[in-house]
């Protein structure tokens, strides 16, 4: 099971990768600025950058699955965990239609980390300029926590995986997933945003994630029954 779900948060972090090069584009970009003389080392403070904020979407993947873990365990009802599941699917569904671009209410569940964002943003202009691929680290893992709808409903996903692992693979699924247009900038980004932006690629990835979220509905509600 665990592989199925790692294939299908790849998908969800590589169709939303136009998202992704929409909100955090930028900031990738602003990564390599002053190397203009040293374009061979681009990529190795892009990557840095991406090796922390993927580490920041493990680390919440982490926590909120083991939280749910804990109140699972302290509650000893299964109850609990149908009905996060049954949420969860709700999500997934809502991310489907975002991706396929057929509803966009999924950027109002991004106003709810805008309280946590607006404590954490100053503290990234401490590492700012980036001297060493070494800070680029740390600076993409404080940028991993950028309000951000689709890592809210692939984390809600993450949170009833069973386990505080599972949790974090699904986080690190999804980040993988966002991996290839988040290290190209530039003329290449744009051309890689025309692609998956293509109307029919996105309906096709927005269509396979509402199937998956309903057939995970589907099995918690069963599981009431």
Not at 113 to 119: D, E, I, M
Not at 123 to 133: A, E
Not at 211 to 220: E, N, Q, R, S, V
Request: charged residues 10%.
């Amino acid at each position: 099971m665990i592989e199925l779900n790692f294939m299908t948060a790849l998908i969800i972090g590589l169709s939303g990768a136009g998202h992704c090069i929409s909100m955090c584009g930028g900031i990738a970009a602003a990564v390599t600025i002053g190397m203009l003389d040293k374009p061979q080392h681009h990529w190795v403070y892009l990557l840095c950058y991406n090796i922390g904020r993927i580490s920041a979407y493990m680390v919440a993947g982490l926590i909120v699955s083991q939280a749910v873990v804990q109140v699972i365990t302290v509650s000893d009802s299964t109850s609990t965990l149908i009905l996060l599941r049954i949420l969860a699917s709700i999500m997934m569904i809502i991310l489907g239609l975002y991706v396929g671009k057929w509803w966009s209410g999924l950027t109002y569940i991004e106003r709810v980390g805008h309280q946590l964002w607006r404590y954490i943003m100053p503290i990234t202009k401490h590492f700012l300029p980036l001297t060493s691929p070494f800070k680029a680290i740390p600076f993409g893992f404080l940028w991993g926590w950028l309000p951000c709808g689709l890592v809210y409903s692939t984390l809600t996903w993450a949170a009833v995986s069973g386990s505080a692992m599972d949790g974090m693979i699904i986080m690190l699924a999804f980040g993988l997933g966002t991996l290839p247009a988040m290290l190209t900038v530039g003329t290449v980004a744009d051309k890689l945003k025309s692609l998956l932006q293509n109307s029919y690629f996105k309906r096709i990835n927005g269509l396979f994630i509402i199937i998956y979220g309903l057939h995970t509905g589907y099995i918690a509600i069963k599981q009431m029954l």
